[in-house]
């Protein structure tokens, strides 16, 4: 390489994307004017049966045929979806179509199958070629996608925003994903009167998934801190960055506000319920662009690994650990554990979080204290204990986490297995 920058050995540019959002109350109805602007004259609509029992894909089908579209609804997807789940659902997109675009309609779940879905009916191929490395090829996307008009009807997860979907590969118990720019939804509609109907174990749970991807990526390595890229291995994924920091404090403030109101109250405060469908969205323009690191790397062995934990709120035909759950588990005592990294991210995570709280004496506990009041206030079980784990699972989760390198190394001090070892076993118990 020759020209300017080519003797820089440290990292000088960050990349931030997302998708156009058209965001509020009443934004669902507008679909079927948003999807015709692509030109899609036959759509397919992907949801879970939870969400279809509600009438809201009926209603987005109803929007769509407004406006002359074609519109079929699957509502096959599975709540915290599999390698199977998503085959199966690319089969029936392939037998049924072709599609000329998809609206997904539902959490992580249904927006990630979608996701899959879309790829695997634009493109050849099968999951196995684009999964991420070591499960998968990690094939990149030949070229562009489908229209995908992401939905959420959760606060949480900010899929709608982000360039990636995740699964349960059955056969190994681990959980990874597809992760590039062109998975990332054509545009994201946010209507929080979708979430009205959320259970508050779900308000719960995909709110602390939000407050994970906040911190985790507030608190993330700089970008700057990583090795200089060549444009062809720039990655979704840079490390905190100015732009998506704005977003994490915004989301962290909104969570503040709002997070508890919206778990006890849900069913009639719409304010509690727009200001967190706003913190998952913000949310996922932070991490969606800097990365998260060690609580959702130790959430992938928590979730893969369930014996027979069922919680209150989702479906009960098999255990599950719901992924917001799982990543909060091991939040407080990984932030002990980061702290000298980005003392002063840490503390401002906690004062945006609970601009309240009691100061610690100790400035490392300050962050992990106001995660654990929160999660005791809102129902969240106390640690992996709490879902079904004991001292004596540690050292057959640790190589689950070991695997997720790319998010390890996303932590801004890097962890050894002894570290992670240390982490897991001091959140058997959160409180
Ligand atoms: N792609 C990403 O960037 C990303 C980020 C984080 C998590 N995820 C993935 O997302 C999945 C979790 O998604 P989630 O937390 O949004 O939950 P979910 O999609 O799994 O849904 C959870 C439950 O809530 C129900 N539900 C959803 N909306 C409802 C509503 N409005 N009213 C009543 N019930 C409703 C569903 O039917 C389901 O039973 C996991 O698979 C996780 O790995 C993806
Ligand atoms: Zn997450």
Known sequence: MTGPGAELREETIFTWGAPPLKFGAGATDEIGFDMSGFGARRVLVLTDPGISALGIPQRIADTLRRYDIDAEIFDGVHVEPTDDSMTKAAEYARVQGPWDGFVAVGGGSAIDTAKAVN??????????????KPIGQAKTPPGQLKPLIAVPTTAGTGSESTAM???????????????????????????PLLTMTLPPEVTAASGMDIVCHAVESYTARLYTSFDRKEPEARVTYCGANPVSDL???????????????????????????????????????GFGNAGVHIPHANAYPIAGMVRDYRPAGYPQDEPMVPHGQSVSLTAPETFRFSFDSAPERHLRAAELMDPRAERRNDPREQLPSVLVELMRD?????????????????????????????????????PTEDDIA???TRSVENW
Not at 125 to 131: A, H, I, R
Not at 173 to 189: E, F, M, N, Q
Request: one cysteine or more; charged letters at 20%.
């Open 422 to 424: 240390g982490i897991l």
């Open 247 to 285: 977003w994490c404090e915004k989301a962290m403030t909104l969570i503040a506000q709002s997070f508890r109101a919206a778990v006890h109250e849900g069913a009639h405060d719409v304010e509690a319920r727009t200001n967190m469908m706003m913190a998952a969205t913000f949310a996922g323009m």
């Open 378 to 414: 809102i129902g969240i079980p106390n640690g992996i204990g709490g879902v079904g784990y004991t001292e004596d699972d540690v050292p057959d989760l640790v190589p689950g986490t070991m695997k997720q390198q790319r998010l390890l190394a996303t932590c801004p001090k890097t």
């Open 165 to 191: 979907c995740v699964m349960d590969i059955l056969s190994m118990k681990v959980k990874t994903g597809i992760s590039h720019w062109r998975l990332r939804p054509t545009l994201a509609v946010v209507d």
């Open 119 to 132: 790829l695997l009916t634009s493109h050849p191929g099968e999951l196995m070629d684009y999964l991420n």
